[in-house]
Protein backbone atom coordinates (compact mmCIF):
# COMPACT_ATOMS: atom_id res chain seq x y z
CA UNK A 1 0.00 0.00 0.00
CA UNK A 2 0.90 3.48 -0.80
CA UNK A 3 2.32 4.69 2.59
CA UNK A 4 1.25 8.55 1.52
CA UNK A 5 -2.33 7.19 0.86
CA UNK A 6 -2.27 5.05 4.08
CA UNK A 7 -1.12 7.87 6.20
CA UNK A 8 -3.51 10.39 4.98
CA UNK A 9 -6.21 7.78 5.39
CA UNK A 10 -4.86 7.29 8.94
CA UNK A 11 -5.13 10.84 9.45
CA UNK A 12 -8.84 11.24 8.21
CA UNK A 13 -10.14 7.82 9.71
CA UNK A 14 -8.61 9.43 13.30
CA UNK A 15 -10.43 12.83 12.55
CA UNK A 16 -13.93 11.07 11.98
CA UNK A 17 -13.25 8.80 15.05
CA UNK A 18 -12.36 11.64 17.00
CA UNK A 19 -15.60 13.41 16.09
CA UNK A 20 -18.04 10.51 16.35
CA UNK A 21 -16.56 10.09 20.20
CA UNK A 22 -16.53 13.55 21.61
CA UNK A 23 -20.47 13.51 20.05
CA UNK A 24 -21.15 9.79 20.82
CA UNK A 25 -19.54 9.29 24.18
CA UNK A 26 -19.83 13.03 25.77
CA UNK A 27 -22.98 14.12 24.36
CA UNK A 28 -24.93 10.89 24.56
CA UNK A 29 -23.35 8.38 26.91
CA UNK A 30 -22.10 10.79 29.53
CA UNK A 31 -24.68 13.84 28.69
CA UNK A 32 -22.00 16.40 28.84
CA UNK A 33 -24.38 19.15 27.71
CA UNK A 34 -21.59 21.21 25.26
CA UNK A 35 -20.60 18.24 23.52
CA UNK A 36 -23.94 17.71 22.11
CA UNK A 37 -24.88 18.16 18.66
CA UNK A 38 -28.04 19.44 17.02
CA UNK A 39 -30.99 17.63 15.17
CA UNK A 40 -29.67 14.69 12.64
CA UNK A 41 -26.74 13.80 14.02
CA UNK A 42 -26.23 10.70 11.57
CA UNK A 43 -27.01 13.09 8.99
CA UNK A 44 -23.89 15.80 10.13
CA UNK A 45 -21.46 12.71 10.24
CA UNK A 46 -22.80 11.92 6.72
CA UNK A 47 -21.76 15.74 5.59
CA UNK A 48 -18.14 14.68 7.84
CA UNK A 49 -17.65 11.68 5.42
CA UNK A 50 -18.54 13.33 2.35
CA UNK A 51 -15.83 16.17 3.18
CA UNK A 52 -13.36 13.30 4.09
CA UNK A 53 -14.07 11.87 0.74
CA UNK A 54 -13.43 15.41 -1.01
CA UNK A 55 -10.29 15.06 0.75
CA UNK A 56 -9.14 12.40 -0.68
CA UNK A 57 -10.12 12.75 -3.87
CA UNK A 58 -8.20 15.96 -4.34
CA UNK A 59 -5.26 13.24 -2.96
CA UNK A 60 -6.25 10.75 -5.49
CA UNK A 61 -5.28 13.46 -8.48
CA UNK A 62 -2.37 14.67 -7.17
CA UNK A 63 -0.89 11.76 -4.94
CA UNK A 64 2.47 11.72 -6.60
CA UNK A 65 3.02 15.18 -4.60
CA UNK A 66 5.27 14.98 -1.72
CA UNK A 67 2.66 17.41 -0.46
CA UNK A 68 1.02 15.08 0.84
CA UNK A 69 3.73 12.90 2.96
CA UNK A 70 3.31 12.49 6.94
CA UNK A 71 6.21 12.10 8.76
CA UNK A 72 7.07 12.50 12.98
CA UNK A 73 7.63 16.55 11.87
CA UNK A 74 4.24 16.78 10.37
CA UNK A 75 2.47 15.40 13.61
CA UNK A 76 3.83 17.05 15.39
CA UNK A 77 2.55 20.24 14.02
CA UNK A 78 -1.06 18.57 13.52
CA UNK A 79 -0.88 18.69 17.39
CA UNK A 80 0.64 22.60 17.43
CA UNK A 81 -1.77 23.87 15.06
CA UNK A 82 -4.93 22.09 16.75
CA UNK A 83 -4.22 23.02 20.16
CA UNK A 84 -3.71 26.84 18.76
CA UNK A 85 -7.08 27.07 16.90
CA UNK A 86 -9.07 25.67 19.42
CA UNK A 87 -7.43 27.73 22.34
CA UNK A 88 -7.12 31.16 20.27
CA UNK A 89 -11.08 30.04 18.96
CA UNK A 90 -11.97 29.40 22.13
CA UNK A 91 -11.06 33.10 23.72
CA UNK A 92 -11.90 34.81 20.75
CA UNK A 93 -15.37 33.61 20.53
CA UNK A 94 -16.83 36.36 23.14
CA UNK A 95 -17.30 34.41 25.87
CA UNK A 96 -13.82 34.49 27.52
CA UNK A 97 -13.25 38.15 26.30
CA UNK A 98 -15.02 39.90 23.77
CA UNK A 99 -13.50 40.82 20.34
CA UNK A 100 -15.24 44.45 19.57
CA UNK A 101 -17.52 43.51 16.66
CA UNK A 102 -19.88 45.55 14.42
CA UNK A 103 -23.06 45.38 13.17
CA UNK A 104 -23.34 41.83 13.30
CA UNK A 105 -19.69 41.36 11.93
CA UNK A 106 -18.33 38.43 14.45
CA UNK A 107 -14.71 38.45 13.90
CA UNK A 108 -12.72 35.16 13.92
CA UNK A 109 -8.82 36.18 13.77
CA UNK A 110 -8.30 32.68 15.02
CA UNK A 111 -9.40 31.33 11.59
CA UNK A 112 -5.53 32.43 9.73
CA UNK A 113 -4.52 29.40 11.94
CA UNK A 114 -5.43 26.41 10.17
CA UNK A 115 -4.71 29.19 6.67
CA UNK A 116 -1.44 29.08 7.69
CA UNK A 117 -0.24 25.08 9.11
CA UNK A 118 -2.20 24.55 5.68
CA UNK A 119 0.39 26.87 3.70
CA UNK A 120 3.20 26.08 5.50
CA UNK A 121 2.62 22.29 6.29
CA UNK A 122 1.10 20.69 3.91
CA UNK A 123 -3.20 19.89 3.19
CA UNK A 124 -3.22 16.93 5.72
CA UNK A 125 -1.44 19.21 8.31
CA UNK A 126 -4.00 22.05 7.52
CA UNK A 127 -7.10 19.76 7.41
CA UNK A 128 -6.46 17.99 11.05
CA UNK A 129 -5.59 21.95 12.25
CA UNK A 130 -8.69 22.92 11.04
CA UNK A 131 -11.32 19.96 11.93
CA UNK A 132 -10.06 18.98 15.39
CA UNK A 133 -9.28 22.50 16.37
CA UNK A 134 -12.04 23.96 15.76
CA UNK A 135 -14.33 20.69 17.48
CA UNK A 136 -12.50 21.14 20.70
CA UNK A 137 -13.00 24.86 20.42
CA UNK A 138 -16.49 24.57 19.71
CA UNK A 139 -16.65 22.56 23.10
CA UNK A 140 -14.98 24.47 24.61
CA UNK A 141 -17.20 27.21 24.24
CA UNK A 142 -20.39 25.55 25.30
CA UNK A 143 -22.55 26.48 22.24
CA UNK A 144 -22.47 22.42 21.60
CA UNK A 145 -19.99 21.12 18.41
CA UNK A 146 -21.14 20.96 14.98
CA UNK A 147 -19.21 18.35 13.29
CA UNK A 148 -20.26 19.03 9.60
CA UNK A 149 -18.78 23.04 10.35
CA UNK A 150 -15.22 21.27 11.90
CA UNK A 151 -14.92 19.29 8.66
CA UNK A 152 -15.55 22.62 6.88
CA UNK A 153 -13.10 24.34 8.97
CA UNK A 154 -10.50 21.22 7.66
CA UNK A 155 -11.27 22.01 4.36
CA UNK A 156 -10.13 25.82 4.82
CA UNK A 157 -6.51 24.45 6.25
CA UNK A 158 -6.27 21.38 3.27
CA UNK A 159 -7.14 24.13 0.58
CA UNK A 160 -4.56 26.23 1.87
CA UNK A 161 -2.16 23.46 1.87
CA UNK A 162 -3.07 22.65 -2.08
CA UNK A 163 -0.71 26.01 -3.01
CA UNK A 164 2.05 22.89 -2.45
CA UNK A 165 0.63 21.13 -5.46
CA UNK A 166 1.86 23.59 -7.58
CA UNK A 167 5.66 23.75 -8.44
CA UNK A 168 4.65 27.44 -9.51
CA UNK A 169 3.19 29.22 -6.92
CA UNK A 170 2.45 32.15 -8.65
CA UNK A 171 1.09 30.75 -11.77
CA UNK A 172 -2.00 29.40 -9.40
CA UNK A 173 -2.82 32.73 -8.42
CA UNK A 174 -4.33 34.10 -10.65
CA UNK A 175 -6.96 31.33 -11.68
CA UNK A 176 -8.12 31.37 -7.69
CA UNK A 177 -8.31 34.56 -7.96
CA UNK A 178 -11.11 34.04 -10.62
CA UNK A 179 -12.74 31.25 -9.15
CA UNK A 180 -12.40 33.47 -5.44
CA UNK A 181 -14.29 36.49 -7.76
CA UNK A 182 -16.89 34.00 -9.23
CA UNK A 183 -17.48 32.53 -5.48
CA UNK A 184 -17.83 35.66 -3.92
CA UNK A 185 -20.17 36.99 -6.75
CA UNK A 186 -22.71 34.53 -6.55
CA UNK A 187 -22.74 35.31 -2.71
CA UNK A 188 -23.14 38.90 -2.77
CA UNK A 189 -25.94 38.34 -5.43
CA UNK A 190 -27.90 36.39 -3.34
CA UNK A 191 -27.10 39.41 -0.40
CA UNK A 192 -28.95 41.39 -2.46
CA UNK A 193 -31.63 39.21 -3.56
CA UNK A 194 -32.27 37.73 -0.05
CA UNK A 195 -31.42 41.03 2.47
CA UNK A 196 -34.40 40.36 5.34
CA UNK A 197 -32.66 36.70 5.96
CA UNK A 198 -32.07 36.97 9.51
CA UNK A 199 -28.24 36.68 10.71
CA UNK A 200 -28.86 33.21 11.88
CA UNK A 201 -25.10 33.58 13.54
CA UNK A 202 -26.01 36.95 15.05
CA UNK A 203 -26.02 36.29 18.96
CA UNK A 204 -27.78 38.36 21.02
CA UNK A 205 -26.47 38.98 24.22
CA UNK A 206 -29.44 40.91 25.90
CA UNK A 207 -31.75 38.33 24.60
CA UNK A 208 -29.38 35.09 24.67
CA UNK A 209 -30.94 34.35 21.49
CA UNK A 210 -29.32 33.87 17.98
CA UNK A 211 -30.23 35.01 14.79
CA UNK A 212 -32.95 37.62 15.53
CA UNK A 213 -32.51 40.14 13.26
CA UNK A 214 -32.17 40.49 9.03
CA UNK A 215 -28.78 40.79 8.19
CA UNK A 216 -26.80 44.22 8.15
CA UNK A 217 -25.34 45.57 5.31
CA UNK A 218 -21.35 45.58 6.12
CA UNK A 219 -22.41 41.42 7.56
CA UNK A 220 -23.40 41.09 4.02
CA UNK A 221 -20.80 43.31 2.23
CA UNK A 222 -18.10 41.82 4.50
CA UNK A 223 -17.23 39.09 1.74
CA UNK A 224 -16.64 41.58 -0.79
CA UNK A 225 -14.19 43.88 2.00
CA UNK A 226 -12.53 40.88 2.15
CA UNK A 227 -11.91 39.61 -0.96
CA UNK A 228 -10.76 43.33 -2.12
CA UNK A 229 -8.24 43.05 0.42
CA UNK A 230 -7.64 39.78 -0.68
CA UNK A 231 -6.57 40.94 -4.04
CA UNK A 232 -4.56 43.80 -2.75
CA UNK A 233 -2.07 41.77 -0.48
CA UNK A 234 -1.66 39.51 -3.45
CA UNK A 235 -0.56 42.10 -5.81
CA UNK A 236 1.17 44.28 -3.17
CA UNK A 237 3.25 41.29 -2.11
CA UNK A 238 3.77 40.10 -5.33
CA UNK A 239 7.33 39.97 -4.93
CA UNK A 240 7.01 37.75 -1.87
CA UNK A 241 5.35 34.86 -3.34
CA UNK A 242 4.85 32.60 0.27
CA UNK A 243 2.36 35.92 1.52
CA UNK A 244 0.82 35.99 -1.66
CA UNK A 245 0.36 32.72 -2.38
CA UNK A 246 -0.79 31.70 1.99
CA UNK A 247 -3.54 34.75 1.64
CA UNK A 248 -4.72 34.07 -2.01
CA UNK A 249 -4.68 30.12 -1.23
CA UNK A 250 -6.46 30.64 2.33
CA UNK A 251 -8.83 32.76 0.52
CA UNK A 252 -10.37 30.23 -1.71
CA UNK A 253 -10.22 27.39 1.31
CA UNK A 254 -11.92 29.45 3.44
CA UNK A 255 -15.01 30.12 1.04
CA UNK A 256 -15.26 26.87 -0.34
CA UNK A 257 -15.05 24.97 3.07
CA UNK A 258 -17.22 27.28 4.85
CA UNK A 259 -19.44 27.11 2.02
CA UNK A 260 -19.84 23.48 2.43
CA UNK A 261 -20.95 23.68 5.83
CA UNK A 262 -23.26 26.07 4.93
CA UNK A 263 -25.09 24.46 1.75
CA UNK A 264 -24.85 21.36 4.64
CA UNK A 265 -27.70 23.08 6.75
CA UNK A 266 -29.99 23.25 3.65
CA UNK A 267 -30.33 19.35 4.43
CA UNK A 268 -29.72 18.94 7.84
CA UNK A 269 -31.29 21.92 9.30
CA UNK A 270 -33.62 22.20 6.52
CA UNK A 271 -32.61 26.43 5.47
CA UNK A 272 -33.74 27.21 2.05
CA UNK A 273 -30.67 28.18 0.03
CA UNK A 274 -30.92 31.89 0.70
CA UNK A 275 -30.70 31.75 4.87
CA UNK A 276 -27.78 28.82 4.65
CA UNK A 277 -25.92 31.65 2.10
CA UNK A 278 -27.10 34.45 3.67
CA UNK A 279 -27.70 33.95 7.10
CA UNK A 280 -24.06 31.48 8.18
CA UNK A 281 -22.16 31.77 4.83
CA UNK A 282 -21.86 35.61 4.48
CA UNK A 283 -21.28 36.33 8.08
CA UNK A 284 -18.87 34.07 9.06
CA UNK A 285 -17.03 33.88 5.52
CA UNK A 286 -17.01 37.65 5.04
CA UNK A 287 -14.89 38.85 8.58
CA UNK A 288 -12.46 35.43 7.96
CA UNK A 289 -11.18 36.67 4.58
CA UNK A 290 -10.41 40.30 6.34
CA UNK A 291 -8.56 38.01 8.75
CA UNK A 292 -6.93 36.28 5.85
CA UNK A 293 -5.58 39.64 4.25
CA UNK A 294 -4.61 40.75 7.00
CA UNK A 295 -3.05 38.23 9.92
CA UNK A 296 -1.74 35.44 7.37
CA UNK A 297 0.97 38.00 5.68
CA UNK A 298 2.27 38.31 9.41
CA UNK A 299 2.49 34.94 10.10
CA UNK A 300 4.38 34.12 7.04
CA UNK A 301 6.71 36.63 7.41
CA UNK A 302 7.47 35.88 11.07
CA UNK A 303 8.15 32.40 10.17
CA UNK A 304 9.94 33.08 7.26
CA UNK A 305 12.08 35.22 9.95
CA UNK A 306 12.27 31.68 12.06
CA UNK A 307 13.70 30.32 9.47
CA UNK A 308 16.32 32.36 8.99
CA UNK A 309 17.63 32.90 12.09
CA UNK A 310 17.24 28.83 12.73
CA UNK A 311 18.84 28.29 8.98
CA UNK A 312 16.16 26.03 8.26
Do not use: H
Amino acid sequence: MDRKFFNLGLTLVIVFLFFLLVVWIGGNVLGIERLQTGERPVLRFVFVAVGIVLALAVYWFTKENKAWEVGTREVVYMAIGAALYAVFSYLFNGTVFVVPSVSQVALRPAICIPMFFGYAFGPVVGFFTGAVGNMVGDALTGFGVYPQWSVGNGLIGLIAGMAMLFPDKKKSLNTVLIIGAVLTAIATLFYFLFRNTPNTLFFDVANNIFGDQPISVLAGLSIVVGFILVVIVRFAFGANIDVAAAVTWGMLGNLIGLGFAAISDIWINGYPPAVAIVGEFLPSAGPNLIFAAILVPILVVAYAALQRQTGR
